[in-house]
């Protein structure tokens, strides 16, 4: 038989907080972002998934992190 979250014993007792709601709306809202894409080898990409791992992010992120941070840099040796 499947299990199903409805069959959870916490699901009855659910309770959302408008305000944290509300607030992660606005933060999503206020950073849009633009799906680009780039071509990596696949070492490359395997390399970022275990240091992703590491951290404790998806690799997706940790790679919006370096390019960011590699604007940063950019700019501030410029």
């Given at each position: 038989?499947?299990?199903y979250v409805k069959s959870e014993k916490g699901y009855t007792k659910t309770s959302f907080e408008a305000k944290k709601i509300k607030a992660a709306y606005k933060?999503?809202?206020a950073s849009p972002k633009h799906p680009?894409?780039?071509n990596l080898s696949?070492?490359?990409?395997?390399?970022l998934k275990a240091l992703?791992?590491?951290?404790g992010l998806p690799y997706q992120a940790?790679?919006?992190m370096l390019v960011l941070e590699g604007i940063?840099?950019?700019?501030?040796a410029a």
């Open positions: 038989m499947a299990n933060k999503v809202k680009t894409s780039i696949e070492e490359t990409v395997s390399e992703a791992t590491k951290k940790l790679m919006r940063e840099r950019l700019k501030k």
